[in-house]
Every structure is written in structure tokens, then in C-alpha cells.
């Protein structure tokens, strides 16, 4: 399976599964509150639809129904039941039969189903006016069952259900991370050869060797958490040798970050640790084999250039094409150390056949913590409000000219997830997506579910609902907003692919 197909799969797949909660959650609770739901379906389906399907009722593909037997109980023993029983009784039965079907069943009275456009899905929800902009039902008297007859707050519920079951989704994965998983890192203070920096960092102070403490008085501890904290920081604290230096982050440094990260010779991404660059496999036919490279030789030098860190080699290896160099490797004999020069020859893209130690526990103390069921839970409501408080402070940034040039769409979401398929980093992606898709359903645009919110709390406040002329231009308006801005996502991708 090639590289983009997996990427592809994952975003797919990624995309149906938060698609499937964030509409489950409107579904679930205008059921609670008998609100009818017309319509479950994951992407949208203009003109027709790939498959439908209604419990007892029917099923299709592409606009092609066919009907199901109806298995449910015939009018005739209720019948029969009202013959043998008293007037009050027979009244009563009947009474209740009639306001179990205006009811319905929880799951029977929905159409579920598959659309062809996969840009979302929706719940069509009776009584409101949506994505479906069903605007005939809103003509005919309000029925009990439909989403305007409910009161205020029960309408709320529904709209903000979505968005709580994204976040509460991205908790539950956090937490199953880090109970399958635990945690393992090397703390700053215990990487002894410090960190190397990026390009873009060195350019505002940072040098290699730096050893993080604080950003903006927070100390710092692992990087994996601690590195969004340091780029959204005013300033940062390091150790350099025995002192302390503090450098100032800019405003806008994060879109310094991210153009650098696109490039095609960034070998860091702001920081990494820096520890040697041991080789842990030997690719036989290759140039290292054929050079007499071994596993666990560590590479201090290429040409007499020194490469004491894994960055350095990776970037000195750089435009040796095609060419024999000379590395020079530390190698371990018992309890002695040898240093051996040896001739390699690479490929074509300065490649050389070998597996490098990319674990800074292998050199370093490290930090590992093993979670139970219950101590996940915590954990995993951290992580998930931490990262919801990182995405919201980096939405700022959005409303900058260089924010709306690093807009990305489908493909600058895909490209995020690995090149082979690695289900623990599928899931650590899909949370925050989940993450992102909460906080991005919450605003306050039309069409958004923010959108039906910010309506609902200007009838709880003004003690009236805003006309349903007003609501259906306010949904047009912002769906017409939404595609415009799908669809400049997309090309901004298109237009990435050309540069």
C-alpha cells in the first residue's frame, strides 16, 4: 500500500469516526427529550445518497429503496384488547398508544445513512432549521415532538451534545493511550548533551546544547508536553553551561516554525535531543555494509567534520550524493572504546543502508509511569484540556496575514498522519482532531452549532426566539461562509503543491 493511500485511510477513517460521535450526541439527547430525528447520516448526501437505511422499513443504495417486512404487532389484537376491556380502559389504551407514536421508537423512526460528500455528516433534527434546510416543516403548526416546541434548555443540550461528546471522546482515547502505553521520556534536566535547535530558533537566541527550565515561569519537563508551551511563550529560561539565559519568543514565531518545518531540508523540527548517532542495524548489500559498519558503532565524524549528535550527522550527511566518505565511529570492544575510520559509499540520495538509535532513553535516565484504569481517567482529562487550551491560544494567530496563508484543508490534515500505519499515533492524531472539531463547532457561526447556541442564549436573555426568516438566512449565510472557506482551505493546498 503506498504512502498516500495509507494516509488517505487514515484521514477517512479518522474523519468518519468523529463525524459518527459528534452527530451521536445531538441524536442522543433530542431523543431523550422525544425529539424526532429524521435523519442520521455520516457526509452528506445532495441528490442521492450511497446507502440508506430505516429499521423495519426500507433500505437502498444511490436513490433505490426497497421495503422491509414489517415485524412489529398487528392493529388487530389491540383491537381485540379494546373489545374485552371497560370504556376508561379501551380510552386509556388508546390514548397511550397515540402518544407512544408521536414519541417514537428511541432508534426505528430514524433514516441512518451513507452520504457521497465527504465534507461532514448531520442529524436532521424535526422542528429545526439545519444543514438539510428543510424549511416546509416550519410551515405547519408546531407538533410536541419537534425541536422548537421544546423548551430553551433542552434545545441547548442538543445543540452543545456534539461538541461535549468530541471532547469527551478525545478524553477517552487520551486515557486509553495512556493506559496501554504509560509514558516513557527523558526529562530536560536529564538530557546531559541538551537540545539541538532549528534554524528558525538559533535566529532568536536559542544554541545548541540549551537546556530548557521555564517558559514564562512554568517549569519545563517533558518535552513532548512542554515543547507548544515554549513556542507560545513571551519568554523562555535556559541552562547554558553554568548559566541562565533568557531568550524572548516572538509573537509570531510559531508561522516562522511551520514554514520552516515544509521545507525540504529541516532536519528539526524546534527542538530535539541531542545524543550520538548510534547505528542499531546494517542493511547487507548496502554502502555501510560493504564499508564494515557494525551494529552499535556510534558516528563521531564524517570527512573530519565532527558529528558528536544524531542531528548533526543527519545534517553534515546532506549533499554527499553518489559519493565515498570517510566516518569515523566509536566501537565498543568489551569495556574499551576503539576509534576506526571507515570508507562508505552512498547512494544517489546520500543514503547509506543503516538504522539509526532514535530513542534518547537509550542514552539518557529516563522517566516511564504506568497508569491503571481508573488513574487514566485523570490523565486523560489533562491531556485533553491541555491540548483544547493550546488550540484555542493558537487560534489567534489565524486572523494574521501569515494565519490565513497556512491555512490547510484535506490534504494538510492528511499529511499529518504517519507513512505507515501506526495505530497509537492514529489514535493520539484522531484526539486532537476530535479536540480541534469541538472548539471549532463552537463558535459562534451560523450553521455551527455556536451558531444555534448564540441564538438560543438571545431568546433565554430577550425572552423571545428569533424569527424563523431570520434563522433561515442566518443558516444560509453561514453555510455559504463555511464552503467559501472549505473551499480556500483546499485550494490553499493546491496552491502548496505548486511552490
Known amino acids: 500500500m503506498d504512502t498516500f493511500l495509507i494516509k488517505a485511510v487514515q484521514l477517512i477513517l479518522a474523519f468518519a469516526i468523529l463525524v459518527i460521535i459528534h452527530e451521536f450526541g445531538h441524536f442522543f439527547f433530542a431523543r431523550i427529550f422525544g425529539i424526532k430525528v429524521e435523519k442520521f447520516y455520516i457526509f452528506f448526501d445532495p441528490w442521492t445518497e450511497i446507502f440508506k437505511w430505516k429499521p423495519k422499513k426500507y433500505w437502498g443504495f444511490f436513490g433505490k429503496t426497497k421495503k422491509l417486512k414489517n415485524n412489529s404487532e398487528t392493529s388487530g389484537n389491540v383491537e381485540a384488547d379494546a373489545q374485552t376491556a371497560t370504556p376508561a380502559d379501551a380510552a386509556t389504551k388508546t390514548a397511550s398508544s397515540a402518544s407512544s407514536k408521536k414519541k417514537g421508537s428511541f432508534w426505528g423512526d430514524t433514516e441512518y445513512g451513507i452520504g457521497w460528500l465527504p465534507f461532514g455528516g448531520y442529524c436532521k433534527i424535526s422542528g429545526m432549521v439545519d444543514e438539510s434546510m428543510d424549511t416546509e416543516q416550519l410551515k405547519k403548526p408546531a407538533q ?130 541531542r545524543f550520538p548517532a548510534r547505528i542499531t542495524q546494517v542493511m547487507a548489500g548496502e554502502g555501510a555494509a560493504k564499508g564494515g559498519i557494525e551494529t552499535g558503532d556510534e558516528i563521531i565524524a564524517i570527512d573530519s567534520v565532527a558529528t558528536p549528535t544524531l542531528p548533526d550527522f543527519l545534517t553534515t550527511l546532506q549533499g554527499h550524493d553518489g559519493k565515498s566518505v570517510a566516518l569515523t565511529v566509536v566501537r565498543r570492544n568489551g569495556e574499551a572504546n576503539d576509534t576506526v575510520v ?50 484555542a491560544k493558537s487560534m489567534k494567530m489565524v486572523f494574521t496575514k501569515e494565519g490565513a496563508e497556512s491555512i490547510g484543508g484535506f490534504g494538510a490534515i492528511g499529511s499529518i498522519f504517519p507513512e505507515k500505519w501506526d495505530w497509537i499515533a492514529f489514535w493520539n492524531i484522531a484526539a486532537f482532531l476530535s479536540v480541534a472539531l469541538a472548539f471549532m463547532n463552537i463558535l459562534p457561526i451560523p450553521a455551527l452549532d455556536g451558531g444555534h447556541v448564540l441564538f438560543l442564549l438571545y431568546e433565554v436573555i430577550f425572552r423571545r426566539k428569533p424569527s424563523e426568516k431570520f434563522m433561515e438566512y442566518a443558516q444560509i449565510a453561514g453555510m455559504t461562509f463555511l464552503i467559501l472557506l472549505l473551499l480556500y482551505a483546499n485550494g490553499m493546498d493546491i496552491v502548496r503543491l505548486f511552490k
Not at 222 to 239: F, T, Y
Not at 250 to 270: Q, V
Not at 357 to 385: D, H, Q, R
Open 144 to 273: 410536541d415532538w419537534e425541536f422548537r416546541s421544546k423548551p430553551a434548555w433542552q434545545r441547548l443540550l442538543v445543540m452543545i451534545a456534539g461538541v461535549l461528546f468530541n471532547f469527551l471522546l478525545a478524553i477517552l482515547i487520551y486515557a486509553g493511550i495512556v493506559y496501554a502505553t504509560g509514558e516513557k521520556y527523558v526529562a530536560f534536566k536529564d538530557a546531559k548533551m541538551g537540545m539541538a535547535w532549528s534554524g528558525e530558533a538559533k535566529k532568536i537566541g536559542f544554541h545548541d546544547g540549551d537546556i530548557p527550565l521555564l517558559a514564562d515561569g512554568k517549569e519545563l519537563d517533558n518535552p513532548a508536553e512542554d515543547r507548544l508551551d515554549m513556542i507560545q511563550a513571551k519568554s523562555v529560561k535556559v541552562l547554558r553551561g553554568n548559566d541562565t539565559v533568557t531568550i524572548s519568543i516572538p509573537e509570531k514565531f510559531i508561522f516562522a516554525l511551520d514554514n520552516e518545518a515544509k521545507s525540504d531540508t529541516a532536519t528539526i523540527n524546534f527542538c530535539t535531543y
Open 342 to 391: 571507515k570508507q562508505v559509499k552512498l547512494s544517489d540520495n546520500s543514503k547509506m543502508g543503516v538504522g539509526l538509535e532514535v530513542s534518547p532513553a537509550a542514552f539518557f535516565k529516563y522517566k516511564e509511569k504506568k497508569y491503571g484504569l481508573l488513574e487514566s481517567i485523570p490523565k486523560g482529562i489533562s491531556m485533553g484540556t491541555d491540548r483544547l487550551v493550546s488550540y
